[in-house]
């Protein structure tokens, strides 16, 4: 059956260390996988793309790496600080890209 | 420019009644979603359409319905409501971009639906 899966349902680390969230698939072969930021009672906003074809994408202190042997995707976020405290979400396209399936996300919070 | 816009934001049903979450878009986005979330669970999809006119079932349509009549708006109704379907809903729309590969989904605040 298909599935995704985030690493863990909520992950605590110190402001300035890294933290990295991880996002596993299976039975799906997405051309694309995105994260997503959500903060309590908002929608998802949107972070980073990356393609199957790509290896990594950065964006500022955000990290993305996209291994599609592994079927897995890593999120990092560098020189954590509290603000980044936020439930984070994998999305990979389906129905040929007209669609997109979430993972349950993971719940980061970085202690001061 | 108001992005995803989803009215109401907060309802009570009582179990049998019927209701029509309302979602609209200003950036002429062809792709538009509803989907559930609830704890523990992620964001499922409820229904999905990919330009006017059209609409296509997701994860879990059952006790919905959907429809798309114009390009920006996207209703939601539930003909029954049923206390399973207590949860927040979110509308999110999307557009293509290079290649015809959809792109990043732009969501709405989320409707907070009680049934009761």
Request: hydrophobic share 30%; glycine share 8%.
């Amino acid at each position: 059956s298909q599935k995704i899966e985030q690493n863990s349902e909520a992950l605590n680390i110190q402001e300035g260390k890294t933290a990295t969230l991880t996002c596993n698939y299976t039975n799906y072969s997405p051309a694309y996988l995105q994260w997503y930021r959500q903060d309590p009672g908002r929608g998802p906003v949107f972070l980073l793309l990356i393609r199957e074809n790509e290896k990594e994408k950065r964006k500022e202190r955000l990290k993305v790496t996209f291994d599609t042997t592994l079927k897995q995707s890593l999120f990092h976020i560098t020189a954590s600080q509290p603000a980044d405290s936020a439930t984070y979400l994998c999305a990979l396209d389906r129905d040929y890209g007209q669609n997109f399936v979430f993972g349950p996300g993971t719940r980061l919070s970085v202690l001061p | 420019n108001a992005g995803v816009t989803q009215t109401p934001k907060f309802r009570v049903l009582k179990t049998g009644q019927s209701m029509t979450l309302l979602c609209a878009q200003d950036m002429n986005h062809e792709y538009m979603y509803w989907y559930r979330q609830d704890p523990g669970m992620g964001l499922r999809l409820i229904h999905y359409s990919v330009g006017e006119g059209t609409t296509a079932k997701g994860e879990v349509p059952d006790g919905y319905n959907v429809s798309r009549l114009k390009k920006q708006n996207f209703l939601l109704g539930l003909e029954s409501a049923a206390p399973s379907q207590t949860s927040v809903y979110f509308c999110a729309s999307s557009q293509l971009g290079q290649g015809l590969m959809n792109t990043e989904a732009f969501f709405g605040q989320g409707t907070r639906l009680t049934v009761v």
